[in-house]
């Protein structure tokens, strides 16, 4: 069988088990199988594979027809133009996340962001990217799992950044030495009972998807305790889920009435990315309230 023929076959397969973008999935499995790059791929097209790759390949196809990610299979993801190592210890990192990081890029053309802090880390995809695109930031990144944070070690070594993010374990904000001048954070935002119990998500760790009943639970928990842990202008960043736009920009209006609340849709149009920037007189409203 020729790297075309196994290709061919492998697309029919994923896309009978309802594996979406089958024709990509295949390459990918394909690829690592081989560890080639997609050039050397398409160079070899007409090559026969040996028993021992034959054998290597559908292992990897059957893998992912039981629904494991590909991206744990082959152990990375892509997110914001970086390579980052993932295994089931993390979240896999998803492209809607790429919006936090653009809207924070905004922000720091527009605030001093010097110093910023990643909450629920995960891999590390948001503060590496951060950390890539302001060289002059200091970052912290938190993580309530301390197998993640291994993960986002490995990764910010990779990414030559682990001189410029200090990983600290615990949950949220409490790790956090000082104020910071920009939150950002992606927690969990899915409803308890819509957790899937089959498929690519449920191979995922549930404490990276589990947002409580309403899915709300540690968002609003976080916007809570941000005022003490954001600088006088600081600015906050959260993505939410489909539907609860209006839940998080209600609470954080009331707890910080002078500040600036936004929401920004993701491509598909949905409300992804809500914004906070405080003004220099809501602080000492801030400390009043004991946010």
């Known amino acids: 069988m020729t790297l075309q023929q196994a290709l061919g076959r492998a697309r029919e397969i994923l896309a009978a088990n309802s594996v979406e973008e089958a024709s990509l999935e295949g390459e990918l499995l394909l690829r690592h199988a081989l560890k080639i790059d997609r050039v050397q791929l398409y160079l070899d097209l007409g090559r026969e594979l040996t028993p021992e790759e034959e054998e290597a390949f559908w292992h990897l196809v059957e893998r992912r027809c039981q629904g494991e990610p590909t991206a744990y299979i082959i152990g990375h993801r892509e997110f914001y133009g970086l390579d980052f190592y993932v295994d089931p210890r993390v979240l896999i990192p998803r ?15 527009t605030h001093r962001i010097a110093t910023i802090a990643d909450i629920g880390t995960g891999c590390g995809a948001i503060a590496i990217s951060l ?12 993580d309530i799992s301390a197998s993640a944070l291994e993960v986002a070690r490995i990764n910010c070594v990779n990414h030559g950044v682990a001189d410029r993010i200090c990983l600290l374990a615990g949950d949220m904000l409490e790790p956090l030495p000082e104020p910071v001048d920009l939150i950002i954070a992606n927690l969990p935002y899915i409803r308890q009972s819509e957790l899937p119990q089959s498929g690519p998500v449920s191979f ?41 736009g209006e839940a998080v920009t209600a609470l954080l209006r009331h707890l910080f009435p002078s500040g600036l ?12 990315v809500v914004s906070l920037c405080l003004t220099p007189n809501r602080l000492g409203a801030r400390l009043a309230e004991g946010a």
């Not at 492209?95 to 053309?109: D, H």
């Open 131 to 142: 950390a890539r695109n302001l060289p002059r930031a200091k970052i912290y990144a938190t």
């Open 95 to 109: 492209p809607e996340s790429e919006l936090l990081v653009e809207k924070a890029l905004e922000l720091a053309g």
């Open 261 to 272: 609340v936004e929401v920004t849709p993701d491509l598909s149009g949905i409300e992804r």
């Open 204 to 244: 995922e760790p549930k404490i990276a998807l589990d947002g409580g009943p309403a899915g709300l639970e540690k968002i609003l928990k976080l916007c809570r305790k941000a005022g003490a842990k954001l600088t006088s202008r600081g600015c906050l960043l959260l993505e939410i889920g489909q539907g609860q």
